[in-house]
């Protein structure tokens, strides 16, 4: 299976390959409490952007490990990309910005990212 996310405006569209994930994780960072973001992280080659390249923008803070992409039109943030613990390359997808997904349903995993 896949699954599709897009931003606000749906500029910025993109496809996961597999399932739509049961789990989330909600940070306490200054950036993802303020964006009330519920993750799902998916190794980079799951991750497939479908359109709206030219529309993202990016920011980065704190030890720049994490590339936040967003549409320049809308300020919505669909997706990061980054390097995880091991090293390998992933994408944190915004759940909140994947239409299909139920998130009344989700497991939260709370992260006290504040502390890192």
């Known amino acids: 299976m896949a699954f599709d996310g897009s931003c606000h405006c749906g500029a910025v569209t993109y496809t996961i390959d597999g399932d739509i994930p049961t789990t989330a ?3 306490n960072c200054s950036h ?3 964006k009330g973001f ?6 980079i080659d799951q991750f497939r952007l479908t359109s709206g390249g030219d529309r993202l923008t990016s920011y980065k803070f704190n030890k720049h490990n994490i590339d936040h992409q ?5 300020g919505c ?3 990061s990309v980054g390097t995880g613990p091991d090293r390998s390359k992933m994408a944190a997808v915004n759940l909140r910005c994947v239409p299909d997904a139920d998130l009344d349903s989700l497991t939260i995993q709370k992260v006290d990212g504040a502390s890192f």
Do not use: D, I, K, N
Request: aromatic fraction near 16%.
């Open 25 to 27: 994780m909600s940070c």
């Open 32 to 34: 993802c409490r303020r």
């Open 38 to 43: 519920l993750l799902a992280f998916v190794p």
């Open 70 to 74: 967003f549409c320049v039109s809308c």
């Open 77 to 79: 943030q669909g997706f």
